[in-house]
């Protein structure tokens, strides 16, 4: 069976074409007029590693970040609990670099181009930060154990970030924006941002339910969050609604058009430029409109009250408490009790 030997890519009237040569001295173009450049280079890098007899393939400088990818997920992801949430930090990575990328490309100034990426345009905390570089990390690391890698470029450890605070509602802006919003007659836009700031629940969550989520009758009244999928997140909850939470979903149930089957219709992008609309006109500076914020609110409110972190993960639907031990606060008082227990053996 004929295989490649060589392979080029050139620019034509046609747009860039990649020019295959096989060993049976057959010859085969590829082209596409809407390619870039990059995206040529990017499919004469697939053929070549398609084939493995090519010369050089599967050699040091041919280990693509993709294959990194499908060697973390096959040797180590696979059977852990998160897999869902490592692949998922794994295609960030993908998408940020590029599959196509020559994995011993990535050095550390491009690490740290990532990192910044992630802070400054995804909006990510510094633990979600440090989560995806592990990914990365993973993935490294299979170019050598698996991808015949003499070596990777060494990256540095514990690379700085400036430290990022919780982002609440506090209550004086909540009250001014529910102001605002009523008076320029957007009361559907208060209730759902008031819905969301009680509940503490993810949008695409409130976006699922339907009346029969609600059962108004209970006492307490309650609501159950239910997932479109299973994954490695709790499954679906009912909480009690809060009596702001049940104020807002009556008046968003009596405000229903006839047919209409969603209880909360707003998209988060409507949501959002109306909540920066609100803030311009209260004078509330410094404030992201990242719509998460409301479950920051939640979260803080509880932790601020005393509630343990396994209380929050139960509440916000978290499968682990470790991205609710953020929200706890102490009381120095509460030492006391540490300090009883450790001083009786004197």
Request: include cysteine; proline fraction near 3%.
């Given at each position: 069976?004929?295989?490649?030997?060589?392979?080029?890519?050139?620019?034509?009237?046609?747009?860039?074409?990649?020019?295959?040569?096989?060993?049976?001295?057959?010859?085969?173009?590829?082209?596409?007029?809407?390619?870039?450049?990059?995206?040529?280079?990017?499919?004469?890098?697939?053929?070549?590693m398609?084939?493995?007899?090519?010369?050089?393939?599967?050699?040091?400088?041919?280990?693509?970040?993709?294959?990194?990818?499908?060697?973390a997920?096959?040797?180590?992801?696979?059977?852990?609990?998160?897999r869902?949430?490592?692949?998922?930090?794994?295609?960030?990575?993908?998408?940020?670099?590029?599959?196509?990328?020559?994995?011993?490309?990535?050095?550390?100034?491009?690490?740290?181009?990532?990192?910044?990426?992630?802070k400054?345009?995804?909006?990510?905390?510094?633990?979600?930060?440090?989560?995806?570089?592990s990914?990365?990390?993973?993935?490294?690391?299979?170019?050598?154990?698996?991808?015949?890698?003499?070596?990777?470029?060494?990256?540095?450890?514990?690379?700085?970030?400036?430290?990022?605070?919780?982002?609440?509602?506090?209550?004086?802006?909540?009250?001014?924006?529910?102001?605002?919003?009523?008076?320029?007659?957007?009361?559907?836009?208060?209730?759902?941002?008031?819905?969301l700031?009680?509940?503490?629940c993810?949008p695409?969550?409130?976006?699922?339910?339907?009346?029969?989520?609600?059962?108004?009758?209970?006492?307490?009244?309650?609501?159950?969050?239910?997932?479109?999928?299973?994954?490695?997140?709790?499954?679906?909850?009912?909480?009690?609604?809060?009596?702001?939470?049940?104020?807002?979903?009556?008046?968003?149930?009596?405000?229903?058009?006839q047919?209409?089957?969603?209880?909360?219709?707003?998209?988060c992008?409507?949501?959002?430029?109306?909540?920066?609309?609100?803030?311009?006109?209260?004078?509330?500076?410094?404030?992201?409109?990242e719509?998460?914020?409301?479950?920051?609110?939640?979260?803080?409110?509880?932790?601020?009250?005393?509630?343990?972190?396994?209380?929050?993960?139960?509440?916000?639907?978290?499968?682990?408490?470790?991205?609710?031990?953020?929200?706890?606060?102490?009381?120095s008082?509460?030492h006391?009790?540490?300090?009883?227990?450790?001083?009786?053996?004197?």
């Amino acid at each position: 069976m004929a295989h490649v030997i060589n392979t080029s890519v050139t620019r034509r009237k046609i747009g860039w074409v990649v020019d295959v040569k096989y060993s049976d001295g057959k010859r085969k173009q590829l082209s596409n007029k809407k390619w870039t450049k990059k995206e040529a280079i990017a499919r004469e890098l697939a053929i070549q590693m398609l084939d493995s007899s090519m010369p050089g393939a599967g050699a040091e400088g041919l280990y693509t970040l993709q294959q990194g990818f499908n060697d973390a997920d096959k040797y180590v992801w696979s059977d852990c609990e998160d897999r869902k949430t490592l692949i998922g930090r794994g295609k960030c990575v993908l998408n940020y670099f590029g599959p196509n990328a020559d994995i011993t490309s990535i050095n550390a100034a491009k690490v740290i181009q990532y990192r910044k990426y992630l802070k400054e345009r995804k909006n990510n905390v510094n633990s979600t930060i440090n989560y995806k570089t592990s990914a990365l990390n993973v993935m490294r690391e299979q170019a050598i154990v698996h991808g015949g890698v003499e070596s990777v470029p060494v990256l540095p450890k514990n690379l700085p970030i400036d430290k990022k605070q919780i982002e609440v509602w506090e209550d004086w802006e909540r009250e001014s924006m529910e102001e605002y919003l009523r008076k320029i007659c957007r009361k559907d836009v208060v209730r759902h941002f008031e819905f969301l700031c009680e509940m503490g629940c993810r949008p695409i969550e409130m976006e699922r339910t339907t009346k029969a989520s609600y059962n108004l009758e209970a006492n307490p009244p309650t609501v159950t969050f239910f997932k479109a999928n299973n994954d490695n997140k709790n499954g679906n909850r009912t909480l009690p609604l809060t009596p702001k939470a049940y104020k807002m979903i009556v008046e968003q149930i009596l405000n229903m058009r006839q047919g209409q089957e969603q209880v909360w219709p707003l998209t988060c992008d409507a949501l959002r430029f109306q909540i920066q609309k609100a803030c311009r006109e209260c004078e509330i500076e410094g404030k992201s409109s990242e719509i998460k914020i409301t479950r920051h609110t939640c979260g803080s409110r509880l932790g601020n009250e005393g509630a343990t972190a396994l209380e929050i993960a139960n509440w916000l639907g978290h499968s682990s408490t470790q991205m609710c031990e953020k929200y706890v606060k102490m009381d120095s008082e509460k030492h006391a009790t540490a300090y009883r227990i450790l001083s009786k053996r004197v």
